[in-house]
């Protein structure tokens, strides 16, 4: 008789967006005539800029030729394209070689699939609230304990608690870890470390020997100068540090699918290079993004494409003051919207995470995402992003200030 993974088993319920889609499906059935603004889960709305489409067009007419036409693509990406982001990381004064570039088809597969690489017996360390994937990929991997359902903790990850108590920044944990998980600027949070306290994480992780795994998602909304956009600028990464990079929320390749994950050379385990385990691991599992979506991400570092998704990302933070300067005014105590565009709201007194969405699913008709499903230290708290268009943002925060 076969055997399931029961690692599966411990998984607490639905996937978190899942959860609220349910939620609100049902409210749209009892509610058919509610004109509901999403403000929930981060999808962009804005179509994908012109130089992109063009460089699109052209390698679909590049598919129909028989001289130009591609089949399977390298299995690490195509010369050009990490050829454009190796680059894209020089400008930013990061030594990052094409050989450590590993195009896929998105940061959320990576972010999930990364840990395949680890031993099970390495400890994880993960901020708390947090992005949900590099919990739950660990708990299917076995390396998560038991989950406490009161307290919502796993018995064997390692939390860093990040609230508003501390400045949302995390503090050196107790215990010793093996990976040390970062999303920054954080998902769903908002908020960021300066360059100088990502600096402090790196000497931390080289001193102990973990490997930070570092989420930069959003790294094309940064506005202050003193936050990094790469964990790469700062000295000793490359030993220690794999990044993970995005291209769904900065070019809207959300319905497109592309993201790489850079794994330096120099991080070894023993005489094992962790470049050459991904390596492996990529052209076992991964067959290559497709070659009109490759293009598509070569056009993103474009002067033209460049140009146009500044303006995107612009009309995105526009959304996110919106919102943060709406809720201020109705009295909210709200973070984030500076460098991310998802703002960070605490709950009115008395309401829990999931109290108020309900409450705003109801009587604004508008949805959200509640903050404990981020992780225990997200109770109390909840996040709005700034993805929608500028008119329903307006109408949803004109809705909110008139409860």
Sequence with gaps: MFQINENYGKLPGSYLFSTIAKKVGEFQAANPDADLIRLGIGDVTQPIVPAIIEAMH??????????TFRGYA?????DFLRRAIADDYREKGCDIAEDEIFVSDGAKSDSANIQEIFSE????AVCDPVYPVYVDSNVMAGRTGTWDEKSGLWSDVIYMPCTAENGFVPEFPKETPDLIYLCLPNNPT??????????QWVDYANRIGAV???????EAYISESDVARSVYECEGAKGCAIELRSFSKNAGFTGVRLGFTVVPKDIRCGKTALNSLWARRHGTKFNGAPYIVQRAGEAVYSKEGRAQIKEQVAYYMNNAGIIKEGLTEAGYRVF????APYIWLKTPEGMDSWSFF???LKEARVVGTPGVGFGPSGEGYFR???FGDQENTVRALDRIRAL
């Design 58 to 67: 052209k390698a679909v007419d590049e598919m129909g030729n028989k001289e």
């Design 74 to 78: 390298p299995e690490f990406g195509y």
């Design 121 to 124: 017996k390495c400890r994880v």
């Design 190 to 199: 908002g908020t960021t470390l300066t360059k100088s306290q990502l600096q």
């Design 212 to 218: 930070i795994i570092y989420d930069g998602a959003y």
């Design 336 to 339: 984030g919207g500076v460098n």
């Design 358 to 360: 309900d409450y705003l």
């Design 384 to 386: 709005l992003t700034a």
